[in-house]
C-alpha cells in the first residue's frame, strides 16, 4: 500500500454549505478553493495546450492532403472508449517506476488521450468538408498550398475546431478532479475529503465548484472564439445554425 | 494576326489505375484574343483538358504551349496567376466579402491598397455588380450574380488568358442566356483569349469563335467555326451530336445586319405610281412598301396600286413586321412567318434599314461562311 502524501481538507462537521462557502478560509490559504482551483485550471491548460499543438496541426495536414481517413475512423470509436480513470489509475504505478512522481503525469496523459480525440476529429472533418470547389479555385488562382490550408482552409474550419475545444475542455475540466483520488490535489479534493469524513457540506460544495468550472470553461472558450474568429466565418456558423433551425 | 496563345501538342492524360486515357493526343490551336469552346458527352475529357492548360493536373505525355513557351517549364503558381480560371462550382470563398473574393490574386501580387480598391471597382463595372453587392457575403448573392464575382475575380489581375469551365451551367436558362450576352460584350472590349466548356451546343456556337468538339477519351471529332461546324459535320458522330436543325442553328448565329442589303418592293412616298407598277411586277410582289422621310410608312396592296394616281394618298398597313440589324436571322425567320406581306421590314434605329426576305435567308444558308 502506498502512503498518500496529502493532507485531508479539516472542515467541522455539521457547518452547512452557504457558511462553508463565505468563509474566507475556505477560499484562501494552501488547501483553499483558489489554490485548488488554480492547480486545476493550471493541469487542464496544459493538457488542452498540448492537445491542440498536437491534434490540430496533425489533422489539419492530413485532412489538407486527403490522408488519414482511418485514423480519424480510428479515433472515433477511440474516443468514446477511453476509460479516463483506468487509464490514469494504470499509469500511477508506470510513473513511480519511472521516477516522475506520483503527480501529475498519470492523470495528465489520461487527460490528453481524452482531450485528443474531440480535437483532432473536429479538425479533421471541418477542414475535409471545406467544398471542393473553394479549393479548387483557390489552387487555380495560384494559391499556394501552404496560405490555402492556413488561409482557407483552417478559416473555414475555425468554427468547427472551437467547437472541439469546447467539448474537450469542458470534459478535461470536469473530468480532472479524478486527479485527487490518484494521489494529487486540485478542485476533486473536497469531494475526496467529504467521502471520506461524510461530510456532506464538502461533497456538494465540492460538487458544485466542479460544476461551475465546467460551465466558465464553455463560456470562456466561446469569449475565445469571439475574438478569434473573424466575422465572415462567423457569420457562415449562423447562418448554418438559422437553415438547420428554420428545418426543424 | 491568327497568332496562337495556347497550343496543345498530342495532350494525352491517363489517371492512375485508368485504363482508358481522359484524353489522348489532343492538338488544338487557340488564337490569341478569340473563344474556344471545348464541347462533348460527359466524361470526354473537357474538365481534363482545361486543367492541364494551368497545369492543376500534368499530363501524362504532350506538351502545352502558352505564347510560344513550354507551360511546364515555367513556375506553377506564376502560370496560373496570369490565366484567370472560372471553374464550374464557382468556389467563391464563402467567408470573405465580395470584395474581398475579387481581389484575390492582386492580394497575392502584393499590389497596394489604393490600385486594388480601383481594380475592384473597375470590374465591379464591368460586370454589372452593384457597389453595394461588394461588401456582401457569396451566400446572400443570387446564383447569376455569383457567376459575375467568379468571373471579376478571374479577371482582376488581367490575365491574357480565361479558362471556364461551365460557368453557366448552374443558373436558370434566362439567366444564362443574359450572362451568355455579357460574355460576348465583354469579350468584344476585352479580347482575351478564352477558353469554355460546355454540355451546351447552342452555348458553344453562341459564344465561341472556333469549336472543339470532343468524343469520348478526349478524342478531337472536329474543330472548326461554328458555321462551319454546322453546316458541313465531319463525320456521323459530330452530325448525331449537333442534333436535327443545325441549318436552324446556323440561322441563330447571323444576323440581319451581315445580310447584303435589300430595298425589296418598297418607294418612297413621292414617287410615280407608274414606277411603283414597274417595281412591283419585276418583284413579283403583291404588296408595295412606303417610306416617308426615310422611315418605313406601311405597305398598300398591289390592287389599289395599279388604280392610284398617286401613293401618299392610299391607306396604308401598319404595323409592318419589323426587325432589327442585330435581330439573328432566326428571329427574322419568324418574323417573315407571321407578317401577311412575306417580308420584314428592318428598322436600323428608326430609319428604313432594307427588307429581309426568305429567298435572302436561303441563299445566306446556302452561302458558306468562309
Ligand atoms: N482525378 C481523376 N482520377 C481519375 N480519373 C479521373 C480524374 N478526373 C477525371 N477522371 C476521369 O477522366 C475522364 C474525363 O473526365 P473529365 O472530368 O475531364 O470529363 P468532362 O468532359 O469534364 O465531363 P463532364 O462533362 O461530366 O464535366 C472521366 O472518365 C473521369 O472519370
Ligand atoms: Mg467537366
Redesign the interface.
Known sequence: MIPLPFAQAAVPRGIGLAEWLVDVDTWLGRDGILSSGLDTVTLCAAVMGTGMLIAVPSAALLAHSRRGELTATALVTLGRAVPTFAVAALLVPVALRRGWGFEPWPIFIALLLLALPPLYLNTYTAIRHVEGGVVDAARAMGIGERTLLLRVELALALSVIFTGIRVAAVQVVATEPIRAFLGGDGLGRYVRDGLGQNNDTLIIGGALLIAALAATTSVAVSVVERLVVPHGVRRLKQRTAARRGSVG | MTECAIRLLNLTKRFDGEQEPAVSALSLDVPRGRTVALIGPSGCGKTTTLRMI?R?VEPTSGRIEIDGEDASARP??????SIG?V???????????VS?NIA??PR?LRWDRGRIDERVAELADLLGLETEQLGR?P?ELSGGQQQRV?VA??LAADPPVLLMDEPFGAVDPIVRTRLQDELLALQERLRKTIVIVTHDIDEAVKVADNVALLNIGGKLEQYAAPDDLLHSPANAFVEQFLGEDREMKRLALKRVGDLPFERGPVLDLGAAPAEARALLGDARSEWLGLTQDERFAGWVPRERVDTAATLDALPRELPAAQVHPGSTLREAMEVIMNSRTSVAVIDDGGRFGGVVTLEQIRSELARRAS
Open positions: 494551368n492543376l506553377v503558381a506564376e502560370l496560373r496567376r480560371y471553374i464550374q462550382e464557382v468556389g467563391l470563398f464563402p467567408h470573405q466579402t474581398q484575390t490574386v497575392m457575403y451566400d467568379g475575380r478571374a
